[in-house]
């Protein structure tokens, strides 16, 4: 069988006394679309930043497509082909959107030359709809697009397992919904995405598999489903008084997305 | 369509007009002149290095003078040693690159002004070091170098013509670099050293070239400025006040972009020459007003040290291909 | 921003420097051109003003009587000064503005060995006399240059006469302590008594160097307290001198003999340490004392004190007194030459034996003052007297520093 | 011996604390280094040398005016020029403060001469277990120690203090809180100077006092600071006094001319294995 994207074992964090992250094992096959969702201060951008390796590791391993790379610096995870966006958006500020996007597609992924890299962004921009502020400056854009400039940059590099750490914050209904079409778009490339979020709603209509953690640790894992129904889940995160309206809301999502997957193969036929 | 070539062509003009201008200079000029031009050329050498590390990649460097004693020395005592002027240079070269090596590896951990007092710290010890290692340095008393055989014309055009020579290798070199992938790295390191390693930019090798190449620079400078004066000594090439005023010339000309660091130069040598000439008792002060002038006057060059959307659209304009070879 | 303030500030300067700029350039065709590079900022503010004092002295005096005689008619003299800020590599740069866009006759050296030595370099080149006024240390003059002229006698004839007086004088006297600032000149005359004195059967029971910019000297002087020696010579700039005396004072040390040089010798000194400063010995090329005649300007040593105190307010050293020295021997090469050539200007310098205020001049081989006797000082009471030679004394030694 | 050692390091370490405190003080709550500060020591020093000589006031007195002077200059100099950049990148306001050091310095050397003044106390030294001390420097060191103490009490206990601490922490909030932040700035700037006004003080009964000696100033403030700290007030009592133990056995060890380098040399150092300082808290960046 095949070797999943990503498998994590034992991944530990602690920062003096606390436990950031604790004791998580979990094993996500390529090409999927995970939820990684926790209420505030559960530990989940801290768990990016461990994979990707911002924040050294307290214990525990991390295996990419099998093999390990729990020792490899921030730059070499990224060449690998792990991307990342970060929670608060994170330019270079003096440089345009397209050098942007170009920082991504020259350091990883295909490292071609300027003139590649350059060809390259602007593809990407225009796949995240940015293509006619290639020339603004990156503090000139709103939020939104900031956002999407933070996953055109991580697109560029070609990454075959990305992480998208609470893209949807900040925006509005509508900016979500074109949010959530460019994540199926990239996801349709064949990339394994993991999106972080602690708004559920978001995430039900894109995802079949929830990662819930809580306290650092792993609550729950399994298709959204069962994760809601799960009682731990529903009392740690939602409080029981709104389980059943979330459950509801949720059967609705999942129609929603099967159509949608459904008008999707049609106009790849 | 023809925005780029109509710019290499200016560009290519620019570059002859400023050769001829130097040459034409260099053998026209009275020999005062001469070392003045020589004296310009050395900063804009050091101030070139300087904007490697700087302007590029935003780190405040003082350790400008640390190199150029550093080089002065190595090539003034290889001299005293025998050596021919070439091999003493290249060697202050490498023993440049080398210092450049473990200082940068163990100070470019630092951030903004820990990294800005630590450079400034070292070009004290240093300077206290040549000043006590008598057995190498001679010590304080300072070391007689092999005067350049020849007249006071013929050894003043020489060197003229080489530190030109080293400022415009430096110069294509910055040029080149600001074009180039490591250049553009860089910059990213300058904005914000997690984002580019989130891009795949291994930002402690970047660093460490960088500064090495600056390092090696500034230390083949120091070597040929000793062979010129003949004589050096530690309060002489381990000066913190070189350490300062080159910054500062590269802000006067806009710290960051590829001519402003020759332009500042320009602009610092000439106020100084005219400001010490005429004032015998007040130089320092009107020195000290420049300064102050340079930074409330022209903010924006001042400021694009740091954040510099100018910088950036400019290099953009480099940086970009002719509409011709993008992907249709 | 401040734009108001700065606005106006860049024209304002940048006129400025235009204005000077052209006026620095108006100069009278006429006049015999001394280049002084002076240090009148950085390090060596003090010693470079002492400096130019004595220059303008020189050409108070020439000018008043008419100015010099050339061949036929009477010339002008003048000086270019610029300020070197103690710079070396400025100083370097200065001098060769002199020689190539002042185009001056002649030159005078920077101050200090050290300087004066990088800028020899150059007279050489070019083939100018130049007068070194303030650099006492033989290795400056082993450049086998013709052109480098020292006022100043070498550091050894100074320490010989004073190991030499002070064995006589004071026979029970055995241990030496030696602390020098870490710069040419201190170290080299500290070196040179060290070895005579070594020679001459004292025993070295310190030996150290301090670097400029010190601030504490309490440990070194501890251990020279240990050491308990009959004399001890302390050498540097007259800020640090004056700190030692002060922390020989509060570590309670009592040395019969304390030598201190070249700072003593300024009434600074005096002034900075009052009490404390009584009965240090120490030594000067030079001194307000001298009774020397000189038939060319002033007449004398004493006149030439008295028309210093009354245009300057202060007592000359010998730093001022060696300025004017050499700027008259310069002129009365001249006159003797009868041209400002150099080269029959410098023949006259090397040959000729001058009668001056200074005291006789006459220059070596190696370009150095060969005669002139050394001086030997001690302050006493706030007074400077001289101890030394015979034919000038004021006073007798009067032994033991610190004891009340 | 090694006693007197000891109190030779601790009499001139105390000195240091005092002159690096108003340094410390300015850089942590405006994070600006001011070049200019060896240059208000030796103002400080002046002021206090020429009121004790033309005004005949007791030298304590004298120094009282040369901190008043030395606050009101750098209150002016902080509101007037430097606040123009004080949200510029650090390298900024440290050139800037370069340029108006040498302003300030070259006006001193024309107004006071570089001819070296001090304030001539000649109160002898006492004796205890054969470690001599001598009285002037031991009021120099108390002088300073008292006035550091006082600095980090009032920054502690007063209206103001808390007002400095508060921007110090985060000048938006303070903002916010409703402090006048600008005002606060310039108190602080002009606080600095008057500690360096107090350092000058001691200094000119200990040092001979010449415009030339304020880069000497200077680099010890630089030292001191990173050893305790930058920016934080007991780490430049701490630094202050670590520094004169240092080169005290420095000079001991290695003879005098390493004395100064030996400090720097652990400057370096402490930069890089600790850049929060010996007793600072906050990590850098």
């Given at each position: ?269 | ?328 | ?386 101890l030394d030679p015979q034919a000038v004394k004021t006073g007798e030694l009067k032994v033991g520093v610190g004891t009340k | 011996m090694i006693a007197q050692y000891i109190a030779n390091g601790l009499l001139i370490g105390s000195l240091y604390a005092c002159l690096a405190v108003g340094f410390s003080l300015i850089y942590g709550v405006l994070n600006i280094i001011n070049v200019m500060h060896g240059s208000f020591v030796v103002l400080g020093a002046y002021v206090t040398i020429y009121c004790t000589l033309y005004l005949g006031v007791s030298p304590l007195i004298a120094a009282m005016i040369g901190c008043a002077v030395l606050f009101a200059f750098g209150y002016l100099v902080q509101r007037h020029l430097i606040n123009e950049v004080v949200t510029a990148p650090i390298f900024i306001s440290f050139t800037l403060t370069f340029g108006l050091d040498l302003l300030l310095n070259n006006a001193m050397i024309q107004a006071f001469t570089a001819t070296p003044r001090s304030l001539i106390l000649n109160y002898g030294s006492i004796t205890i277990f054969n470690v001599s001390l001598s009285i002037a420097r031991l009021g120099a060191m108390v002088l300073a120690l008292v006035l550091t103490g006082l600095l980090y009490w009032l920054l502690r206990h007063s ?127």
């Amino acid at each position: 069988m095949t070797e999943p994207a990503l498998r994590l074992e034992g991944l530990t964090r602690r920062f003096g006394g606390v436990t950031a992250v604790d004791n998580v094992s979990v094993s996500i096959p390529k090409g999927e679309i995970v939820g990684l969702v926790g209420p505030n201060g559960a530990g989940k951008t801290t768990l990016v930043n461990l994979v990707t390796g911002f924040v050294p590791k307290t214990a525990g391993q991390v295996f990419f497509e099998g093999t390990d790379v729990t020792r490899l610096p921030p730059h070499l995870i990224a060449r690998n082909g792990i991307a990342r966006t970060f929670q608060i958006v994170q330019p270079f500020a003096e440089m345009t959107v397209l050098e942007n996007v170009m920082a991504g597609a020259l350091f990883a992924g295909q490292r071609g030359t300027m003139r590649e890299a350059d060809a390259k962004a602007r593809h990407f921009l225009e796949f995240v709809g940015l293509d006619r502020f290639a020339d603004y400056s990156a503090s000139e854009l709103s939020l939104a697009d900031r956002k999407r400039l933070e996953l055109a940059k991580s697109l560029a590099m070609e990454p075959r397992l990305l992480f998208l750490d609470e893209v949807n914050a900040g925006l509005n209904s509508s900016e979500i919904d074109n949010a959530l079409e460019l994540i199926r778009k990239v996801s349709r490339m064949g990339v394994t995405i993991i999106i972080i979020e602690h708004v559920l709603r978001i995430v039900l209509s894109l995802v079949k598999r929830l990662i819930v953690l809580h306290h650092g640790a792993m609550l729950s894992d399994g298709p959204p489903a069962e994760v809601l129904k799960d009682a731990a889940v529903i009392k740690a995160y939602l409080g029981t008084k709104f389980g059943k309206r979330h459950e509801a809301e949720f059967h609705q999502q999942q129609e929603k997305y099967q159509q949608e997957l459904k008008s999707d193969r049609g106009t790849n036929e | 369509m023809n925005a780029r070539p109509s710019i290499a062509v200016v560009r290519a003009a620019l570059a002859l007009l400023l050769t001829g201008a130097v040459l034409a200079f260099g053998f026209s000029a009275n020999n005062y002149l001469l070392q003045a031009g020589t004296t310009l050329a050395m900063s804009a050498v050091l101030c070139l290095a300087w904007n490697i590390v700087g302007g590029f990649m935003g780190y405040p460097s003082f350790a400008t003078a640390a190199f150029f004693g550093l080089g002065a020395y190595i090539g003034g005592i290889a001299q005293d040693a025998g050596a021919w002027l070439g091999l003493a240079w290249l060697a202050a070269a490498v023993g440049g690159a080398v210092f450049a090596a473990s200082l940068g590896s163990v100070l470019l951990g630092l951030r903004g002004h820990y990294f800005a007092i630590g450079t400034i710290a070292v070009v004290e010890v240093m300077r206290e070091v040549a000043n006590n290692w008598e057995g190498l340095t001679g010590g304080a008393v300072g070391i007689n170098i092999p005067i350049v055989p020849g007249s006071p014309r013929e050894v003043g055009i020489f060197f003229y013509l080489v530190m030109w020579g080293l400022a415009a290798i430096t110069f294509a070199l910055t040029a080149f670099i600001a074009k180039s992938k490591f250049g553009f790295s860089l910059r990213c390191i300058r904005q914000n050293e997690n984002a580019a390693r989130m891009v795949g930019i291994d930002v402690f090798r970047a660093k460490c070239a960088a500064f090495i190449l600056s390092g090696l620079i500034v230390s083949t400078a120091g070597s040929i400025y000793a062979s010129m004066v003949a004589f050096i000594e530690p309060k002489d090439v381990f000066n913190v006040l070189l350490s300062i005023e080159i910054p500062v010339m590269v802000m006067l000309g806009g710290a960051g972009t590829i001519a402003g660091p020759l332009v500042g130069a320009i602009l610092y040598i000439f106020l100084k020459e005219v400001v010490w000439v005429n004032f015998i008792n007040f130089h320092t002060a009107i020195l000290g007003i420049i300064i102050i002038t340079v930074i409330y006057v022209v903010p924006r060059g001042v400021l694009r040290l740091f954040q510099g959307p100018a910088w950036s659209k400019m290099s953009a304009r480099l940086l970009r291909p002719s509409r011709a070879d993008r992907a249709p | 921003m401040a734009n108001p303030i700065s606005k106006c500030t860049l024209p304002l300067l940048l006129g400025g420097i235009l204005i000077l700029g052209s006026t620095g350039l108006i100069r009278a065709a006429d006049p015999i051109r001394i280049g002084a590079p002076l240090s009148l900022t950085g390090s060596l503010a003090d010693e470079g003003g002492k400096e130019q004092q004595g220059l303008d002295m020189c050409i108070a005096a020439v000018n008043a009587k008419g100015g010099v005689k050339v061949g036929a008619d009477m010339r002008k003299l003048e000086a270019v000064k610029y300020d070197y800020q103690s710079e070396t590599s400025r100083a370097v740069q200065i001098v060769q503005r002199l020689l190539t866009v002042d185009k001056v006759d002649f030159l005078f050296a920077p101050y200090g060995s050290g300087d004066t030595k990088a800028t020899a370099v150059l007279a050489e080149r070019y083939n100018i006399p130049m007068v070194a006024t303030s650099a006492a240390s033989e290795a400056v003059y082993d450049q086998k240059g013709k052109n480098l002229f020292g006022i100043l006698f070498p550091n050894n004839a100074m320490v010989q006469t004073e190991v030499k007086y002070y064995k006589e004088r004071v026979p029970q006297a055995k241990k030496l302590a030696v602390f020098a600032l870490n710069s040419l000149f201190p170290k080299a005359i500290a070196a040179a008594l060290r070895d005579t004195a070594a020679k001459d059967g004292f025993e070295v029971v310190f030996d150290g160097l301090y670097s400029q910019g010190t601030l504490d000297f309490a440990n070194a002087l501890t251990q020279i307290k240990a050491g308990n020696p009959d004399w001890l010579y302390a050498t540097g700039y007259i800020q640090e001198l004056i700190v030692i005396r002060r922390q020989m004072d509060n570590l309670g040390m009592t040395i019969p003999i304390v030598t201190m040089t070249a700072g003593a010798a300024y009434p600074e000194f005096e002034q900075n340490l009052g009490p404390l400063s009584n009965n240090v010995t120490t030594n000067a090329w030079w001194h307000p004392s001298a009774t020397y005649k000189d038939s060319y300007i002033f007449g004398g040593a004493e006149q030439y004190t008295a028309t210093f105190k009354e245009k300057y307010k202060k007592e000359p050293t010998y730093l001022e007194a060696a300025a004017t020295a050499g700027c008259e021997v310069l002129v009365q090469s001249v006159e003797k030459a009868g041209s400002t050539d150099p080269e029959a200007v410098r023949k006259q310098l090397s040959t000729l034996k001058f009668e001056t205020f200074y005291g006789p001049i006459q220059f070596g081989p190696s370009g150095q003052n060969a005669i002139n006797s050394p001086m030997i000082l001690q302050i006493q009471n706030g007074k400077y007297a001289v101890l030394d030679p015979q034919a000038v004394k004021t006073g007798e030694l009067k032994v033991g520093v610190g004891t009340k | 011996m090694i006693a007197q050692y000891i109190a030779n390091g601790l009499l001139i370490g105390s000195l240091y604390a005092c002159l690096a405190v108003g340094f410390s003080l300015i850089y942590g709550v405006l994070n600006i280094i001011n070049v200019m500060h060896g240059s208000f020591v030796v103002l400080g020093a002046y002021v206090t040398i020429y009121c004790t000589l033309y005004l005949g006031v007791s030298p304590l007195i004298a120094a009282m005016i040369g901190c008043a002077v030395l606050f009101a200059f750098g209150y002016l100099v902080q509101r007037h020029l430097i606040n123009e950049v004080v949200t510029a990148p650090i390298f900024i306001s440290f050139t800037l403060t370069f340029g108006l050091d040498l302003l300030l310095n070259n006006a001193m050397i024309q107004a006071f001469t570089a001819t070296p003044r001090s304030l001539i106390l000649n109160y002898g030294s006492i004796t205890i277990f054969n470690v001599s001390l001598s009285i002037a420097r031991l009021g120099a060191m108390v002088l300073a120690l008292v006035l550091t103490g006082l600095l980090y009490w009032l920054l502690r206990h007063s209206q103001m203090g808390r007002a400095i601490i508060a921007v110090r922490m985060d000048h938006y909030a303070a903002r916010l809180l409703g402090i006048r932040v600008e005002h606060i700035y310039a108190i602080t700037f002009g606080i600095g100077a008057l500690m360096a006004a107090a350092a000058g003080a001691a200094m000119a009964v200990v040092f001979p006092i010449t415009p030339l000696l304020s880069g000497v100033f200077l680099g010890k403030a630089f030292v001191i600071c990173v050893l305790g700290g930058l920016g934080s007030v007991p780490g430049a009592l701490v630094g202050g006094l670590a520094l004169g133990l240092l080169e005290s056995f420095g000079a001991v060890v290695f003879g005098s001319q390493w004395s100064t380098t030996v400090g720097f040399a652990l400057m370096i150092l402490v930069l890089v294995v600790r850049p929060s300082g010996l007793v600072g808290r906050k990590g850098f960046e």
